[in-house]
C-alpha cells in the first residue's frame, strides 16, 4: 500500500508563513505529479500547486510569486513553502501524487494525503 504523510499546518498572522512537508511511502515504483490542493469552507478543492518527475511546476494564479513547490524525489517528499500567507489562503490543505507501485508494470493510481489545516488570521 502506499500513504502520503503531510505535516507542517497551523495558524499564523497575515504575511507569515509556513512550509508544508508530504512524504510518500509504501510499495513505491514511481512518483509522477506531486502536489497540493486546498479546500476552503463552502468551496470546492482547487489546485494550489503541482511539480513533475521532470521538475516542471504549476500554480495558481492567486499564489504566484507567494508560494514555491518542490520535490526531493529520494526521500518521496513534497514541500510547498507558502511565504505572505494571507486570509483567503485559509483551507485544508490536501498532498496529492500520481504513483505507480510495486513494479514496471505495476498500477498507477492517484493518492491523497489526510489533509491540514491552514488557517491565516490576526
Known amino acids: 500500500q502506499v500513504q502520503l504523510v503531510e505535516s507542517g499546518g497551523g495558524l499564523v498572522q497575515p504575511g507569515g508563513s509556513l512550509r508544508l512537508s508530504c512524504a510518500a511511502s509504501g510499495s513505491i515504483f514511481r512518483i509522477y505529479v506531486m502536489g497540493w490542493y486546498r479546500q476552503a469552507p463552502g468551496k470546492e478543492r482547487e489546485l494550489v500547486a503541482r511539480?513533475?518527475?521532470?521538475?516542471?511546476?504549476n500554480y495558481l494564479d492567486s499564489v504566484k510569486g507567494r508560494f514555491t513547490i518542490s520535490r526531493d524525489n529520494a526521500k518521496n517528499t513534497v514541500y510547498l513553502q507558502m511565504n505572505s500567507l494571507k486570509p483567503e489562503d485559509t483551507a485544508v490543505y490536501y498532498c496529492?501524487?500520481?504513483?505507480?507501485?510495486?513494479?514496471?508494470?505495476?498500477?498507477?493510481?492517484?493518492?491523497w494525503g489526510q489533509g491540514t489545516q491552514v488557517t491565516v488570521s490576526s
Open positions: 511539480v513533475t518527475s521532470g521538475g516542471t511546476t
Open positions: 496529492n501524487a500520481v504513483i505507480q507501485s510495486r513494479s514496471s508494470s505495476g498500477p498507477t493510481n492517484n493518492y
